[in-house]
């Protein structure tokens, strides 16, 4: 019997986030190549994003490629990059099939020439879809993210364009690349690790977490029922007891 039986769909999550991790490892322990895993990897966000449109996630973000990523062996960078083009050539039918709409984050102007109009050419197919919104988070970070709109925000004061009594959480919000995307309520690593890496910091300030030793290769559709399950376990306070919850 599948987990999705077991899921409350009154009580899903809004906004799903994942640090997919492990492409690597998954591909070591099968004495395969890393561009194995990362292929491999594609699969498994096929199969999430799939497992999300049948029971009705409206978002779901997935940390697919962070700045520090660009630091890693050239030629490596270079895989990723044409795995990107190839995906997204590959999946934006299936997409639109789904009526999925694709969006991204990050600094984008960073993308290959070739990686960064194929991905706007599927965003603007997609636009239109009303189902499930994907979000990729490509050559992101958090801290270039805030770094960024306390620079927008600075420029603003200097210009005498805004306050600076009037900047708020909301106008903070508003400066940075998720703004129109609700926060997540659950943030997913797969892959053993227990640390955020830099992912959404500003946004995530109230998600719960949930780590899994399951590598993201191996990460499918009832993975991501299993850590649905958990949210839905989970007692959301937002700060306040459990006493006025009830009230």
């Known amino acids: 019997m599948s987990l999705i039986e077991e899921i ?4 899903l999550p809004q906004h799903v986030a994942i640090i997919m991790d492990g492409n690597g490892r998954w591909a070591k322990a099968k004495g395969k190549d ?20 049948t029971i009705g996630l409206k978002y779901l973000t997935v940390y697919t490629f962070s700045t520090e990523n660009w630091n890693r062996p050239e030629a490596e960078v270079k895989a990723l990059m044409s ?3 190839s995906a997204i050539h590959r999946e934006t039918p299936d997409l639109m099939k789904n ?7 990050g600094n984008l102007d960073r993308l290959p020439e ?17 189902g499930t919104t994907l979000v990729l988070a490509l050559s992101y970070s958090s801290r270039w993210e ?18 600076p009594n009037d900047i708020t959480e909301t106008v903070v919000s508003d400066h940075l690349t998720t703004k129109g995307i609700p926060d997540p309520d659950l943030l997913i690593r797969t892959g053993g690790e227990k640390r955020i890496s830099n992912f959404l910091l500003w946004q995530c300030s109230y998600a719960e977490f949930y780590f899994t030793d399951v590598f ?5 559709e009832e993975e991501l029922y299993e850590a649905i399950l958990y949210y839905q376990q989970r007692e959301r306070r937002f700060g306040k007891t459990s ?3 009830i009230l």
């Open 146 to 163: 805030i770094t960024e709109a306390v620079r927008q925000l600075a420029v603003q004061v200097l210009e005498k364009k805004i306050n």
């Open 83 to 85: 795995l990107l083009v």
């Open 243 to 245: 006493e006025q919850l």
């Open 34 to 53: 890393r561009s194995y895993g990362h292929q491999e990897g594609v699969v498994s966000v096929r199969k999430v994003v799939e497992a999300a449109t």
């Open 8 to 11: 409350d769909k009154n009580r």
């Open 99 to 105: 009526n999925v709409r694709l969006m991204a984050i």
């Open 114 to 130: 070739d990686a960064h109009a194929t991905l706007l050419d599927c965003i603007k197919q997609t636009s239109a879809n009303t």
């Open 216 to 220: 993201w290769p191996a990460f499918r």
